[in-house]
């Protein structure tokens, strides 16, 4: 039995640290974007003259395109190059960032958000598949941790930053800087030259566009919460299960699906995206409304949280060269757990809340680094690297929507009971130790199984 070797890419023209440090700059600039526009919103909804619903589409928008452009983006660039692809996607997100900032309406607005998110993919999994081909297996933990690091951190700049912006200028601004951001990646990027095996097979066109359709109604009806849209992507998956049978190199490999431990990873992602999202947006209404925040300080009660994940994302990487990706996993799901626990055993107040937080923190930052890009690797083709990075984000995602939207209707149906809404956060987190734990003393697939 023999699992991916410890290859690394070889890179001429530009020190990999430096190139490293470019990949990871794209990853900032697609953080601060996350929440940078925030702040500009009501400033958005007033120059177009719109109802404040409409508003929300800005990130509807961008959220649903993200997350069809990932597995997408990821498959192609094991077929056209990792640098061609990163490429791509900053060149999209500098193009659709020009859109709309120069938007005479509300529909080009959306049209250059959808074109960022499309330039987004190309971005995140991208960084991770470039770390993983550049860096020996003893280093890849600590520098895949990274990216929730420099993550973490474009995600707290990006409202502080976005806020600055509409105080002082107008609202283009926050995406007039992402312009000359976007040049130095290319200028820095142009200098890398490495060798990457590819694939040379025909293009998936009609997995592509059916795979399309299903991630666009799976995550717009989770969205809108219409679930006759969701039913509609649910029953096209036969025939996405047909037509990848018999394409030469697929857009999705079914034997993820079939093989138990690349199936357990992709669930452990999608779980993983569930608690952060949960958490993230649950917290300042938490804080509101149990512990009797203002507004602004229940804004801020959520610092922590990122704070202490950044933090573990780092250690955990650290870890993960130490310790094994599997076993750093499980410790970080338990962690969510016993924070979870917690969190639906009556916390109302500030002492108890604030180490609670924390801890939801930390186990929030392990369970989203580096531990699952480790392990879906080493189980694929390295010529897949990209495209596998790309299924953990594209599940990651999915949990992302579906957190919000449960806890939402749970909050609805238990009348603001924010106990059961937590308690959700721990059976998930619970799950997902069990199918973790039943792996330790499986046997690991070998890369012709994952690729049958």
């Not at 105080?167 to 200098?191: T, Y």
């Not at 690797?377 to 390295?382: F, R, S, T």
Request: aromatic letters at 8%; a positive charge.
């Amino acid at each position: 039995m023999k699992l991916q070797k410890s290859t690394t890419t070889s890179i001429k023209g530009l020190p990999r640290a430096a190139t490293t440090f470019t990949f990871l700059l794209g990853i900032f600039m697609g953080a601060l974007d996350h929440g940078i526009v925030g702040p500009a919103l009501s400033s958005i909804i007033e120059a177009y003259g719109l109802e404040t619903s409409w508003g929300v589409w800005s990130f509807t928008v961008y959220t649903l395109l993200f997350a069809v452009s990932i597995p997408l983006l990821g498959k192609l660039s094991d077929r056209f190059g990792r640098k061609q692809t990163f490429v791509f996607g900053i060149t999209m997100f500098a193009i659709g960032s020009l859109i709309a900032a120069i938007a005479p309406n509300f529909t080009v607005f959306l049209i250059g958000r959808a074109i960022q998110a499309i330039g987004s993919g190309g971005i995140f999994p991208i960084t991770g598949a470039q770390i993983v081909a550049s860096y020996p297996t003893e280093m890849r933990g600590r520098i895949l941790g990274l990216i929730g690091v420099i993550f973490g951190v474009g995600t707290i700049l990006g409202p502080v930053i976005g806020g600055i912006i509409v105080s002082h200028f107008d609202w283009q601004m926050v995406f007039w800087i992402n312009i000359p951001i976007s040049l130095i990646i290319l200028i820095l990027i142009s200098m890398v030259k490495q060798e990457q095996q590819i694939v040379k097979k025909p293009i998936d066109i009609m997995g592509i566009l059916v795979l399309t359709t299903i991630i666009l109604a799976v995550m717009l009806g989770i969205t809108i919460m219409n679930f006759w849209i969701v039913f509609l992507g649910i029953i096209l998956v036969p025939l996405l299960v047909k037509v990848e049978r018999k394409h030469a190199d697929p857009i999705l490999k079914i034997t993820y699906f079939t093989k138990m431990h690349t199936l357990t990873l992709l669930i452990a992602s999608m779980i993983s995206g569930f608690i952060m999202a949960s958490a993230t947006n649950l917290m300042p209404l938490f804080a509101e409304n149990i512990l009797n925040l203002d507004k602004e300080g229940a804004g801020i009660s959520v610092a922590p949280l990122a704070a202490a994940s950044m933090i573990a994302s780092l250690i955990g990487g650290i870890l993960v060269d130490k310790l094994g990706a599997k076993k750093v996993l499980i410790i970080g799901f338990f962690i969510t757990l016993l924070a979870a626990i917690g969190l639906s055993t009556g916390v109302d107040t500030l002492a108890l809340f604030y180490p609670v937080i924390v801890l939801m923190g930390f186990g929030i930052g392990i369970v989203i680094g580096a531990p699952l890009n480790i392990l879906i690797i080493q189980v694929v083709d390295v010529k897949e690297t990209g495209s596998a990075i790309g299924y953990i984000s594209l599940f990651r995602s999915l949990g992302s929507t579906l957190g919000p939207t449960i806890a939402g209707l749970c909050l609805t149906i238990f009348d603001n009971d924010f106990e059961n809404v937590f308690m959700i956060s721990g059976v998930v987190s619970l799950a997902s130790l069990v199918l973790l734990i039943s792996l330790v003393g499986a046997k690991k697939p070998t890369l012709a199984s994952c690729n049958q």
